[in-house]
C-alpha cells in the first residue's frame, strides 16, 4: 500500500516493517516521523464491566502506554483474572487513581442468561 508522505512528499509503504516500528499517521512516512517526533497513537484497551450475568465490555482511550499498562495492571488484580474466586478475599486489591484516560465505547452488560433485560 503505497502513500505520498505529507512532509516531505516521498512516497513509502504504509505496510512495511519500518512504518509498523516507527507508528504515526497513515499518511506520515517512517523517516518523518522519528525526525519530527509525530507519534499521534491512541493507547485503547477493552476492559470487561462485572456486572450480570453476561458482563459488558468498555473502550477506553489513554493518553500513553504507561498508563494504558498501570491501568491494566491494577484492572487485572482487582478483576481476579487468573485468581478464580479469590479476587474479592484479602488486602490485595489495588487503586488505579490517578490514571487519566477517556470511555470511548460500551456494551452493557445483559441482566439475565437469555439476553434480555428484564
Known sequence: ?????????D???????QKRIAGGKINECPECV????????VAYLGVCMGEGKQGGVQILAFEDDSSRSAYLKGWRNNSGQNKGK??????????????????????????????RAD
Open 34 to 41: 522519528e525526525t519530527l517526533g509525530t507519534e499521534t497513537t
Open 11 to 17: 512516497e513509502f509503504d504504509a505496510t512495511s516493517r
Open 86 to 115: 479469590s479476587c474479592q478475599l484479602g488486602g490485595h486489591l489495588s487503586s488505579t487513581g490517578g490514571i487519566r484516560f477517556k470511555k470511548k465505547g460500551e456494551t452493557p452488560a445483559n441482566s439475565n442468561h437469555k439476553g
Open 1 to 9: 500500500m503505497i502513500k505520498i508522505c505529507i512532509h516531505c512528499a
